[in-house]
């Protein structure tokens, strides 16, 4: 029986470390043109970034607001979700290209972007966070893992039936 408990657990742990069949999906909003997009975050629209509409979004909306390194996607890059909040009080989230092993880089880019215009606000950084989870750009919230919920439950079934 001990043997089937380490089995669940580990099968856990694989769950939480994989996401099967889905691409990530983040929020998609400027507060420009969408005052729900401000905190606290009321917007409902989200995109699955490894389509052609984060893309077009990033292109129509953000253009002016973004270096044009973010706004234009790379063939192939990874694409995480991004909450940017503007000293003007703007405030974006979208999906843009980052180093997967530097998340952070594109808040550095950002910043150093943001130096060359200095009296600018509109270009002028107060937040900018990078996140790898479903929808993770929206407000700070407790996410939970349903099929990681179902194995916890059914491996303290199994040790509790020991």
């Known amino acids: 029986m001990a043997r089937s408990g380490v ?3 580990s099968l856990a742990v694989l769950l939480t470390a994989f996401e099967f069949g ?6 998609q909003c400027n507060s420009a043109s969408d005052p729900t997009c401000k905190d606290p975050f009321s917007g409902k629209t989200t995109v699955d970034c490894s389509t052609q509409d984060s893309i077009n979004y990033n292109r129509a909306y953000l ?5 044009n390194e ?3 996607a790379v063939a192939g890059a990874p694409r995480y979700c991004h ?3 503007m000293q003007n ?14 998340l952070n880089q594109t808040c550095r880019l950002l ?4 130096k060359t215009f200095p009296l600018d606000s509109t270009k002028q950084i107060k937040h900018c966070s990078v996140c790898d989870k479903e929808n993770c750009n929206g407000a700070s919230s407790i ?4 099929p990681l919920a179902a194995l916890a439950l059914a491996a303290s079934y199994l040790l509790y039936k020991q």
Do not use: E, F, H, Q
């Open 7 to 9: 089995a669940v657990l």
């Open 22 to 27: 889905s691409c990530l999906r983040c929020y």
């Open 63 to 67: 253009r002016g607001i973004l270096p």
């Open 70 to 72: 973010l706004v234009d």
């Open 83 to 85: 909450k940017i909040v």
């Open 89 to 102: 009080g703007a405030t974006i989230r979208t999906c843009l290209d980052a180093n997967p092993t530097d």
């Open 111 to 114: 910043d150093n972007t943001a």
């Open 143 to 146: 996410m939970a893992s349903l």
